[in-house]
């Protein structure tokens, strides 16, 4: 296949990269580098096949030739980040979306939208199956990602019901693993680099809030597994193992063997107190679940960010 991947220097987008291109693609990135890095794909640079453009996906997208893919990750994804650029989140949500999806209608490709488990918001069951709505705060701090992502799942089934587009929509869940910058923001890297350098691990809140964390070798197999069913609904994507944040905390330091003391922090606005994904229709759709557990994953994690951090 010759496919297109908007995010593509991303920390999922530059592991899809990889993985697509082990398995004989032609793979065209586009990023701005806004949140990814040209850093990430190095170790693709001249590789035949394979090409990176620096380009802003909600400004007009030409790409040369004919297009079998079409997959939208562009996108801040650290709340960090998204609350830090929260115009351009907007932007790439709904400006971007339409873009790559008009790519994929000229060429006839399929497309696959990067969505995520912010469009259940703060959720009142769990776990969260994906016929749930959600109880997201339209004005709040996380809307700028949460309603740019409904917004874009919306745009993708449209353009699947008027337009006939073959689209995928994953709502991927917490991922982690190598490649998330060491000030990405989110937890995982937070607790790690503040663990493996002796600072004390910032909880937030009373760190009772619950996430389920999956290591990105498992997503990106949960999402090239999707590509190539015939689905067009929403699909969780993610690792159902819940802990909360405190346990987490007081993993990372048992597996990192640091002296770090654990601090409490006030809880930011609208923080999602749980988050579990139900993965019935994955495992049934695509014979898919995850493989890799947290212990392994974060033992992983944590070599990878001791060599970045020497
Ligand atoms: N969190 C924390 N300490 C940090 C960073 C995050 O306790 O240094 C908490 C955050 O409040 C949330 C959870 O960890 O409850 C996951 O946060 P993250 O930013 O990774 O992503 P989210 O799941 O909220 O999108």
């Not at 065209?28 to 949140?35: G, H, L, R, V």
């Not at 453009?53 to 004919?66: A, F, I, K, N, S």
């Not at 409490?264 to 139900?278: H, T």
Request: proline fraction near 7%; aromatic fraction near 8%.
């Amino acid at each position: 296949m010759r496919l297109l991947i908007t995010g593509g220097a991303g920390f999922i987008g530059s592991h899809l990269c990889d993985m697509l291109m082990e398995k004989g693609h032609e793979v065209i990135c586009i990023d701005n580098f806004a949140t990814g890095t040209p850093q990430n794909l190095l170790q693709l640079e001249g590789r035949p096949g394979f090409s990176l453009v620096r380009q802003d996906v909600t400004e007009h997208l030409d790409v040369e030739g004919p297009l079998d893919y079409v997959l939208h990750f562009a996108s801040p994804a650290s709340p960090v980040d998204y609350m830090n650029l929260p115009i351009q989140t907007l932007k790439v949500g709904a400006l971007g979306t339409h873009k790559a999806l008009g790519v994929a209608k000229a060429k006839g490709a399929r497309f696959l939208l990067a969505s995520t488990s912010e469009v259940y918001g703060d959720p009142e069951v769990n776990p969260q199956p994906e016929g749930y709505w959600g109880h997201v705060n339209p004005i709040g701090p996380r809307s700028v990602y949460d309603e740019a992502k409904r917004f874009a799942e919306a745009l993708t089934m449209a353009y699947h019901r008027i337009h006939g587009i073959d689209t995928r929509i994953s709502r991927i869940f917490n991922t982690y693993g190598p490649r998330m910058r060491l000030k990405d923001g989110r937890v995982i890297p937070n607790f790690i680099m503040q663990a493996l350098s002796q600072q004390p691990i910032s909880v937030f809140g009373d760190g009772s809030q619950t996430r389920s964390f999956s290591y990105i070798s498992d997503m990106v197999a949960g999402i090239y597994a999707l590509m190539g069913a015939d689905y067009h609904l929403p699909v969780n994507l993610g690792n159902p193992q819940e802990m909360t944040v405190l346990e987490l905390a007081r993993r990372v330091r048992d597996l990192t063997g640091s002296s770090s003391s654990i601090v409490f922090r006030p809880l930011p606005q609208d923080d999602p107190q749980r988050r579990k994904p139900d993965i019935g229709r994955a495992r049934e759709l695509l014979g898919w679940e995850p493989k890799v557990g947290l212990e392994e994953g974060l033992t992983k994690t944590i070599a990878w960010f001791r060599t970045v951090m020497t």
